[in-house]
């Protein structure tokens, strides 16, 4: 700093201080939280494929336990036909049973009829009959008769037992047809044991997925309200920083506020080198191990290796007057990216790595972060 008035400086050590104590915190907390949303999505992911594995056993499940349920209803429906014939069958079996009783007994009765008057013989028919041709009329009427009974009632039985036969094989296929539908039924049972206890692991799964995925909606709002606060900071800052740099303007002092990186070296190289050839930075020759400082107050936006054929080892800080300063060919870093620094805060120590013929700090001061074509003469800050 050359010379500024008393109140720009009250006014950066003001914003020095509110934006260390608060940048820091917001810093920290982002950082944190940003761990935590991405722990959370991590468990978010590992319970959702979880949740998707026991979904999938469910939906298998589903569909094995409806192939059994279509299977135990067809055998139903057949159990009921045949159940309907068995039903069937017994009735026919009732008439005819009902029909051969009513023969017998008119078999019975009429037999009875025969006996009641006494033993039936050639003898009783040929003296109950008046003349020779009632008796063989009546004889014969007799046998014929009994013998139509009988056959009757034969048939009917043959009919019975045909039917009974037929019935008794339904009954066992019945039988055969019933036990396997216990047994399907009792593997059905089983998978809707197996399923519900998937679905509960599904729905327990589904209450932590849920939880979760609320949890990362809470971190991401708490992280937006946190840029919120950081940007409404920044802003604040940014007005403040204007101000002082007007109150400094018009008190005539530099308001760029920039002091020199290093202490001692001098000036080896500015904006074009002896040769003519653009250089865009001033050059401070100091020896490796010379301490390196923040021009100014401001956050480091890069602090990295930018290649043997490059800067080598260097730090970029953005200011909050809007400029950037770099610093290049550093033997070591002292520094991160995203750390808050003090002007005059020791950032890395001078080298000689990267594109360089000769130990030296390299000074670059650039109006926007990135491409040369943003740089501009460090001289007309220091
Ligand atoms: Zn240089």
């Known amino acids: 700093m050359k010379k500024i008035c008393l109140k720009f400086i009250l006014i950066l050590l ?18 944190e939280l940003n761990q935590k949303i991405k722990e959370t999505k991590e468990n978010l992911n590992e319970v959702n494929s979880q949740k998707a594995e026991s979904q999938d056993k469910v939906n298998d499940l589903s569909s094995q336990i409806q192939s059994y349920e279509s299977q135990i209803n067809s055998l139903k429906s057949e159990i009921e036909t045949k159940t309907n014939e068995v039903n069937e069958m017994q009735k026919k079996l009732d008439q005819l049973e009902e029909e051969r009783e009513k023969n017998q007994s008119l078999l019975d ?22 003349d ?62 197996a399923k519900n206890e998937e679905q509960t692991k599904v729905d327990k799964l589904t209450k932590q997925s849920e939880d979760l995925e609320e949890n990362v909606e809470e971190y991401e709002a708490q992280m937006k309200e ?24 018009t008190s005539g002092t530099s308001s760029s506020g920039f002091i020199r990186p290093v202490k001692t070296g001098s ?17 401070f020759g100091v020896p490796v191990g010379t301490p390196v400082y923040a021009a100014a107050d401001g956050v480091v936006v890069t602090a990295t290796w930018g290649g043997s054929d490059s800067y080598g080892y260097y730090v970029k800080i953005k200011h909050y007057n809007g400029l950037y300063t770099l610093y290049a ?17 020791l950032i890395m120590y001078s080298g000689n790595t990267g594109n360089s013929t000769g130990p030296h700090c390299h000074f670059e001061v650039r109006v926007s972060p990135g491409g040369y074509s943003n740089r ?7």
């Open 14 to 31: 003001a914003m020095v201080v509110i934006f260390n104590s608060l940048s820091v915190t917001y810093a920290a907390s982002k950082s």
């Open 109 to 130: 009765e009429r037999l009875v009829t025969l006996y009641e008057s006494g033993e039936v013989s050639y003898m009783d028919v040929l003296l109950s009959s008046a």
């Open 132 to 193: 020779i041709t009632q008796f063989i009329s009546n004889y014969y009427m007799i046998e014929t008769l009994t013998a139509a009974d009988k056959e009757l009632i034969q048939n009917l039985e043959n009919e019975k037992n045909e039917i009974a036969d037929t019935q008794s094989k339904l009954n066992a296929s019945l039988d055969e047809i019933e036990s396997k539908k216990t047994e399907l039924e009792s593997v059905q049972s089983e998978l809707s044991k």
């Open 226 to 249: 946190l840029d919120k606060k950081e940007k409404e900071q920044e802003a604040a800052l940014k007005a403040k920083i204007q101000a002082a740099q007007s109150a400094a303007a």
């Open 267 to 283: 000036i080896t190289a500015t904006m074009y080198y002896s040769s003519g050839k653009y250089h865009g930075a001033v050059d």
């Open 329 to 345: 060919h550093a033997s070591s870093l002292v520094v991160s990216a995203g750390q808050v620094v003090k002007q005059g805060q």
């Open 376 to 382: 501009v003469n460090p001289l007309n800050y220091l």
